[in-house]
């Protein structure tokens, strides 16, 4: 049975009136990547405070890293780490000081703490810079030394709150590459992030929220498999082969972008089990295609369709 980092169900929160939360269940396996994406106002931010104990729900049961979050918030508190969306770097202090400082924080002996320092600045490509102000630091070495400050206490969930926002293409590779070291080492990854194509590349479930309830949750290639649009391009050496799997298939259309007419598109929603079936068609018809890609809806595609709201509005 596969060990949960985040269990919760009938998760509830309002403020007055307006209810921010209503019934939200999740559920998260150690070691993975985990994304909850929606529209401002979403109830997003409430549920990650609710689950790092900043805030507490109205009604629910949750278990984070094993421990009970309304009767043993100092373990979980013990277990989690939080990078936020705003840097909790002191760009006053150099980057082995910010470290440093977190490992007081965390009441580690002084040699442990040094050590732990060093450690992480060479982990995190800082070595070089760890003696000069973070206020010298470029955008992405300050979220780099950000998420090193997070790990200072070895924690085993980590709630990443958008955290390449405002980094340039490279730096933002660069985080995902951190973070996907961090999950191979056992690390689960709670993420929020403004970039759908983030949630794509990094998350191994995502979760849809929308009015404070889930509408959607999958993993990215099954929450794209839910929006119509999906096609299978198959592409030709002449018009009889086209004309053959057009009858054996019984779908389908020429692309109109192709300028040999030679590509045919046949609706699917890219699982396996309906390309095998349209290749075994094929097959029993002689027919073999000298191309074949598969086109899914993107999840900029999924966002708009089941929220009704353009993906610009999540951040």
Not at 160 to 182: A, F, H, K, N
């Amino acid at each position: 049975m596969t060990n949960l980092a985040i269990e919760a169900s009938g998760l509830r929160k309002s403020y007055g009136d307006k209810v921010v939360l209503d019934g939200v269940d999740l559920a998260v396996p150690e070691g993975t990547i985990f994304s909850l994406l929606g529209p401002n106002g979403a109830g997003k931010t409430t549920t990650v405070q609710i689950l790092s104990t900043l805030i507490r729900a109205d009604d629910g049961r949750v278990k984070v890293a094993g421990h009970d979050l309304a009767r043993q918030a100092d373990d979980v508190r013990g277990a989690i780490g939080v990078t936020g969306q705003y840097s909790a770097v002191d760009k006053l202090l150099t980057g082995e000081e910010n470290l440093l400082l977190m490992a007081d924080l965390k009441h580690l002996p002084k040699r442990e703490g040094k050590r732990k320092a060093k450690e992480l600045l060479e982990r995190f490509d800082l070595a070089d810079a760890a003696g000069k102000t973070a206020a010298t630091y470029s955008g992405g070495m300050q979220r780099r030394l950000d998420l090193a400050m997070t790990l200072v206490g070895d924690p085993r969930l980590i709630f990443l709150d958008e955290p390449t926002t405002g980094l340039d293409p490279r730096s933002r590779r660069t985080m995902w590459q951190i973070v996907r070291d961090l999950v191979a080492g056992g690390v689960t990854i709670f993420l929020t992030t403004q970039y759908l194509d983030e949630a794509d590349e990094l998350a191994d479930h995502i979760a849809l929220l929308d009015h404070g309830t889930l509408i959607a949750e999958g993993t990215p290639d099954e929450l794209k498999r839910l929006i119509p649009g999906g096609h299978v391009s198959l592409r030709f050496t002449g018009d009889d082969a086209l004309n053959g799997a057009l009858g054996a298939l019984g779908r389908g259309f020429v692309d109109p972008a192709d300028e040999n007419r030679l590509t045919l598109q046949v609706p699917s929603d890219g699982s396996v089990a309906s390309l095998r079936e349209l290749l075994a068609r094929l097959d029993a018809a002689g027919i073999e295609p000298a191309d074949l890609g598969v086109h899914t809806p993107d999840l900029d595609d999924v966002f708009l369709t089941l929220t009704g709201q353009n993906q610009e509005t999540t951040r």
